[in-house]
């Protein structure tokens, strides 16, 4: 069993400790530029039509779904959500998510996308981009706040060892 299925302890510890919850932040470096991407980042980067990368976003999560793929809804952390499909879409909105989209829509079909996260990438981000990394035949490689994760034909370096 992997750390992820902590999920739950960990949240309740937070909550215990009152740690202050901190926005999820990603950046990549795309074309030479820092770009940084906040969870429902609708941002205009390097001149790319915000709908572009909802539309990579929506691709993302229609070919999870059509794999197979049930997103993860215990890693929703917010309370003003009231249905299931607002949960998907905000699980679907996490700004490494958003990057990824991004990376997908500006590099070379053969380019690995690098990324690094403030906080710890949480469970339902790491799975997703595990099959994400074999769909789009891509490497992602995100450095989270713990550790490298190298994202590689439906594997991660960290726990799936290759
Ligand atoms: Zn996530």
């Given at each position: 069993?992997?750390?992820?299925?902590?999920?739950?302890?960990?949240?309740?510890?937070?909550?215990?400790?009152?740690?202050?919850?901190?926005?999820?932040?990603?950046?990549?470096?795309?074309?030479?530029?820092?770009?940084?991407?906040?969870?429902?980042?609708?941002?205009?980067?390097?001149?790319?039509?915000?709908?572009?990368?909802?539309?990579?976003?929506?691709?993302?999560?229609?070919?999870?779904?059509?794999?197979?793929?049930?997103?993860?809804?215990?890693?929703?952390?917010?309370?003003?959500l009231t249905s299931e499909e607002e949960e998907i879409h905000h699980l679907c909105h996490h700004s490494e998510k958003i990057a990824l989209a991004f990376g997908l829509l500006i590099t070379p079909p053969n380019e690995?996308?690098?990324?690094?996260?403030?906080?710890?990438?949480?469970?339902?981000?790491?799975?997703?981009?595990?099959?994400?990394?074999?769909?789009?035949?891509?490497?992602?490689?995100?450095?989270?706040?713990?550790?490298?994760?190298?994202?590689?034909?439906?594997?991660?370096?960290?726990?799936?060892?290759?």
């Open positions: 069993m992997c750390w992820f299925d902590d999920a739950e302890r960990w949240k309740v510890k937070m909550e215990t400790n009152n740690v202050k919850r901190i926005s999820g932040i990603t950046t990549g470096t795309f074309n030479g530029v820092i770009h940084t991407f906040n969870v429902n980042d609708q941002s205009n980067k390097l001149g790319r039509n915000p709908q572009d990368i909802e539309k990579k976003l929506d691709e993302m999560k229609s070919k999870l779904e059509l794999y197979g793929h049930k997103f993860d809804r215990s890693w929703v952390t917010r309370s003003d690995k996308i690098i990324l690094a996260k403030n906080l710890r990438i949480c469970g339902e981000c790491h799975v997703s981009t595990k099959i994400l990394s074999q769909i789009y035949l891509r490497e992602f490689i995100i450095r989270d706040a713990n550790r490298f994760h190298h994202f590689k034909d439906g594997k991660c370096s960290y726990k799936d060892y290759f």
